[in-house]
């Protein structure tokens, strides 16, 4: 069993930037293979960055060119690095390991 612990998000204007972190613990042994994902009120939930197997990160075309994920296996945590956010970028963000998930950390982007 993987736990996943989010932290991170908060309040931002548009344009503004936040930076995520998804620190796990349990039975994992590398960083590759995990996703962030968000989930909007009213929507569903989606899918916005992987770390992969072959070390070249992944991303939605919404986060492409604006975030960035990055992690460490010696902490095992990944980040979500978030610059020029828009308000459609609100929601609760996830981590997710395999079938495990996080409890989430809001970001609102709001003027």
């Known amino acids: 069993q993987v736990q996943l612990v989010e932290s991170g998000g908060g309040l931002v204007q548009p344009g503004g930037s936040l930076r995520l972190s998804c620190a796990a613990s349990g039975s994992i042994f590398s960083i590759l293979g995990m996703n962030w994902y968000r989930q909007a009120p009213g929507k569903e939930r989606e899918w916005v960055a992987r770390?992969?197997?072959?070390?070249?990160?992944m991303y939605s075309d919404s986060a492409k060119g604006r975030f960035t994920i990055s992690g460490t296996n010696a902490k095992n945590t990944v980040y979500l690095r978030m610059n020029s956010l828009k308000p459609e970028d609100t929601a609760v963000y996830f981590c997710?390991?395999?079938?495990?998930w996080g409890q989430g950390t809001q970001v609102t982007v709001s003027s």
């Open positions: 997710n390991y395999n079938a495990c």
């Open positions: 770390i992969t197997i072959g070390g070249s990160p």
